[in-house]
Structure formats: structure tokens, C-alpha cells
């Protein structure tokens, strides 16, 4: 078997849970800091079966790490997920290992 130096699988994986406009809306949020499915449902105007759907799909990409606090699960993105610019300034590259996008800054 040759060996992949793009890592497709897992790369299509990450770009195919970005691929809902929603899920990119939820990953540019979480730049923000941790939130839970409240708040990113009232971000969207969704409701949270929505988003909880949505979180699913990019935490088993590995885009979005989930932690129990109490009553709630708080999400966050992944490590290394975003990219600080070469000036130093707020992360705006979006690294899929494969790639990386680039993101406008809020």
C-alpha cells in the first residue's frame, strides 16, 4: 500500500463537515472562545437538535474538541485547528493538515 502524504481520508472527512454553511458558522463562532448549544443555536436561530446534529458531525472530524461541565457540553475548536497569520494577529487559516483555509476575521 503507498503511503498518502495528503491523508485523504481523513482530509475529505474535515472538508465534508465543512461542507453545510452552518458548520462554518458554528467553526468561525467558536473562535470566540467555548460555548455550548444554546448559544450557538441562538447564533444560528436553529434549534439545538439542529446544532447538536452539526456538532456531531465536526467533532467526529476532529474539528471541535467537547467538554462536560456540569448540566452542559461545552465545544471548542480542536488544537491547532486555526492558524495565527504570519504577523501575529488573530488566528485567520483554518489547518486541515492537508490544507488550510482561510477565513475572514470577525
Known sequence: MKRDPL????????????AAPERLRI?????????NVTEIANMLRTAAVNVS???????TAGLVKREKRGRFVLY???AGVF?????????DHLNLGCCRLELPSE
Open 7 to 18: 491523508q485523504s481520508q481523513r482530509c475529505a472527512r474535515k472538508l465534508s463537515a465543512l
Open 27 to 35: 467553526v468561525h463562532f467558536l473562535r470566540g472562545g467555548p460555548r
Open 53 to 59: 446534529h452539526h456538532m456531531h458531525v465536526l467533532s
Open 76 to 78: 471548542s475548536l480542536g
Open 83 to 91: 492558524e495565527v497569520d504570519d504577523h501575529g494577529g488573530t488566528p
